[in-house]
Nanobody, 125 residues
Framework: EVQLMESGGGLVQAGGSLRLSCAAS????????IAWFRQAPGKEREGVTC????????YYDDSVKGRFTITSDKDKNTVYLQMNNLKPEDTAVYYC??????????????????WGQGTQVTVSS
Protein backbone atom coordinates (compact mmCIF):
# COMPACT_ATOMS: atom_id res chain seq x y z
CA GLU A 1 0.00 0.00 0.00
CA VAL A 2 1.28 3.43 -0.92
CA GLN A 3 1.47 5.68 2.12
CA LEU A 4 2.68 9.24 2.60
CA MET A 5 3.20 11.07 5.85
CA GLU A 6 4.01 14.76 6.21
CA SER A 7 5.74 16.23 9.23
CA GLY A 8 7.61 19.34 10.28
CA GLY A 9 4.84 21.92 10.35
CA GLY A 10 4.36 24.33 13.18
CA LEU A 11 3.97 27.92 14.26
CA VAL A 12 6.68 30.37 13.23
CA GLN A 13 7.09 34.12 13.02
CA ALA A 14 7.29 35.93 9.71
CA GLY A 15 10.79 35.68 8.30
CA GLY A 16 11.43 32.35 9.96
CA SER A 17 12.07 28.93 8.45
CA LEU A 18 10.66 25.43 8.57
CA ARG A 19 11.59 22.16 6.92
CA LEU A 20 8.78 19.82 6.00
CA SER A 21 9.26 16.11 5.38
CA CYS A 22 7.24 13.69 3.29
CA ALA A 23 8.03 10.09 4.12
CA ALA A 24 6.89 7.62 1.49
CA SER A 25 6.40 3.87 1.68
CA UNK A 26 4.92 1.11 -0.44
CA UNK A 27 6.64 2.04 -3.68
CA UNK A 28 10.01 2.79 -5.19
CA UNK A 29 10.76 6.49 -4.92
CA UNK A 30 12.72 6.41 -8.18
CA UNK A 31 9.56 5.43 -10.07
CA UNK A 32 7.43 8.31 -8.75
CA UNK A 33 7.21 12.05 -8.57
CA ILE A 34 6.38 13.84 -5.32
CA ALA A 35 4.56 17.16 -5.27
CA TRP A 36 3.88 19.60 -2.46
CA PHE A 37 0.50 21.30 -2.32
CA ARG A 38 -0.97 23.69 0.17
CA GLN A 39 -4.45 24.78 1.10
CA ALA A 40 -5.01 28.05 2.92
CA PRO A 41 -8.23 28.91 4.75
CA GLY A 42 -10.95 29.73 2.26
CA LYS A 43 -8.83 28.85 -0.75
CA GLU A 44 -8.44 25.95 -3.13
CA ARG A 45 -5.55 23.54 -2.87
CA GLU A 46 -2.65 24.79 -4.98
CA GLY A 47 0.59 23.33 -6.21
CA VAL A 48 3.81 24.54 -4.62
CA THR A 49 6.61 22.44 -6.12
CA CYS A 50 7.35 19.02 -7.55
CA UNK A 51 10.27 16.65 -7.77
CA UNK A 52 10.95 13.51 -9.77
CA UNK A 53 12.73 10.67 -8.02
CA UNK A 54 14.95 10.21 -11.04
CA UNK A 55 15.21 13.72 -12.50
CA UNK A 56 15.10 16.09 -9.53
CA UNK A 57 13.11 19.31 -9.12
CA UNK A 58 10.75 20.12 -11.95
CA TYR A 59 9.05 23.38 -10.96
CA TYR A 60 8.38 25.94 -8.25
CA ASP A 61 5.32 28.11 -8.06
CA ASP A 62 6.16 31.77 -8.59
CA SER A 63 4.94 32.59 -5.10
CA VAL A 64 7.71 30.52 -3.50
CA LYS A 65 10.61 30.87 -5.94
CA GLY A 66 13.75 31.94 -4.15
CA ARG A 67 12.31 31.02 -0.75
CA PHE A 68 11.40 27.31 -0.90
CA THR A 69 13.62 24.42 -1.94
CA ILE A 70 12.58 20.82 -2.59
CA THR A 71 15.10 18.01 -2.09
CA SER A 72 14.99 14.25 -1.73
CA ASP A 73 16.80 11.47 0.07
CA LYS A 74 16.37 8.36 -2.04
CA ASP A 75 17.74 6.02 0.61
CA LYS A 76 15.08 7.20 3.06
CA ASN A 77 12.28 7.55 0.48
CA THR A 78 11.75 11.03 1.85
CA VAL A 79 11.20 14.40 0.21
CA TYR A 80 11.87 17.66 2.03
CA LEU A 81 10.57 21.17 1.60
CA GLN A 82 12.87 23.80 3.04
CA MET A 83 10.87 26.98 3.56
CA ASN A 84 12.77 30.20 4.26
CA ASN A 85 11.63 33.78 4.75
CA LEU A 86 8.14 32.62 5.56
CA LYS A 87 5.26 35.03 5.18
CA PRO A 88 1.79 35.05 6.74
CA GLU A 89 0.46 34.31 3.25
CA ASP A 90 2.24 30.93 3.45
CA THR A 91 -0.09 29.83 6.24
CA ALA A 92 -1.80 26.65 5.05
CA VAL A 93 -2.05 22.93 5.45
CA TYR A 94 0.76 21.45 3.38
CA TYR A 95 0.23 18.11 1.64
CA CYS A 96 2.50 15.86 -0.34
CA UNK A 97 1.22 13.82 -3.25
CA UNK A 98 2.77 10.95 -5.17
CA UNK A 99 2.16 9.78 -8.70
CA UNK A 100 3.69 9.59 -12.12
CA UNK A 101 5.78 12.51 -13.31
CA UNK A 102 2.64 13.81 -14.99
CA UNK A 103 1.45 15.22 -11.65
CA UNK A 104 4.19 17.82 -11.97
CA UNK A 105 2.70 19.20 -15.18
CA UNK A 106 -1.09 19.03 -14.90
CA UNK A 107 -3.07 22.12 -13.96
CA UNK A 108 -4.95 21.93 -10.71
CA UNK A 109 -5.14 19.06 -8.26
CA UNK A 110 -4.02 15.79 -9.88
CA UNK A 111 -6.62 13.05 -10.04
CA UNK A 112 -5.57 9.64 -8.83
CA UNK A 113 -2.54 10.75 -6.86
CA UNK A 114 -1.76 9.39 -3.42
CA TRP A 115 -1.98 11.92 -0.59
CA GLY A 116 -0.71 12.32 2.92
CA GLN A 117 -2.78 13.74 5.76
CA GLY A 118 -1.14 17.16 5.71
CA THR A 119 0.84 19.22 8.18
CA GLN A 120 -0.18 22.66 9.42
CA VAL A 121 2.09 25.62 8.82
CA THR A 122 1.12 28.84 10.57
CA VAL A 123 3.13 32.02 10.09
CA SER A 124 2.41 34.87 12.49
CA SER A 125 2.95 38.55 11.78
Amino acid sequence: EVQLMESGGGLVQAGGSLRLSCAASGFSFDDYAIAWFRQAPGKEREGVTCISGSAGPIYYDDSVKGRFTITSDKDKNTVYLQMNNLKPEDTAVYYCAAGSRAICFVTGVPVGAYWGQGTQVTVSS
